[in-house]
């Protein structure tokens, strides 16, 4: 799912993943430096923009702390959290992921009417569509830009991508769909044979919730 993250959050989630895989959650400022290959002053704000995005998606119990003297970079976390809700979080605030939200449900006939919808400018959206387009191509899938733009490709790998996607997204903490309910789904999966859908796991269900 990384090539889905933006530009501008990936070094966010490069540092995260580098503190966070290191012993005792726990790295040297050198390492982190390079690491990242950026500059002191460039860390200590991307390490402020990450706290402050931290707070902003309701995660008081995520910080970076920073040891001058030691000159260490900590994650402050709760022993049984990891960092997938980060990823998720970054990964719902991408244009690529809002671009595959939309053309999920809906169809646009021009690019042009699509980045209006989206307010993001034409270039963003044809660039945004070529970068998608790359990443989709070992799936079978591509959005196609002729006659409108849209998804295409075989519906039960569209259902399958979409269905894995959402179920890294949002799992279990989040129904994105406002236009059917989660226990409708569940009412119509009532009648399906045994010998077809048995619920074992909560992923498995919330994995066919969305591909249904």
Do not use: C
Request: charged letters at 25%; hydrophobic letters at 40%; aromatic letters at 14%.
């Amino acid at each position: 799912m990384r090539e889905l993250l933006d530009s501008r959050y990936l070094k966010k989630m490069e540092l995260i993943e580098l503190i966070f895989f290191s012993k005792n959650h726990s790295i040297s400022q050198e390492e982190l430096l390079e690491g990242l290959g950026v500059t002191y002053p460039t860390l200590m704000a991307t390490v402020d923009k990450v706290n402050l995005d931290a707070n902003d998606f309701g995660y008081s119990d995520f910080a970076i702390v920073h040891s001058p003297q030691q000159q260490l970079f900590s994650l402050d976390i709760k022993e049984d959290l990891g960092i997938q809700f980060m990823f998720s979080s970054y990964l719902k605030k991408s244009i690529k992921f809002q671009l595959l939200a939309i053309l999920l449900t809906r169809s646009f006939p021009t690019m042009k009417l699509l980045a209006e919808k989206m307010n993001v400018s034409y270039f963003s959206i044809r660039q945004t569509i070529k970068e998608l387009n790359e990443a989709l191509d070992s799936k079978h899938l591509s959005i196609s830009t002729e006659k409108e733009v849209a998804i295409t490709g075989n519906e039960l790998v569209v259902r399958l991508y979409y269905a894995t996607l959402y179920l890294f997204v949002y799992g279990g903490g989040e129904w994105p769909f406002s236009f059917i309910r989660y226990f409708e789904i569940s009412e119509l999966l009532k009648d399906v044979p045994n010998e077809i859908y048995i619920s074992g796991t909560i992923d498995k269900t919330l994995l066919v919730h969305y591909y249904t």
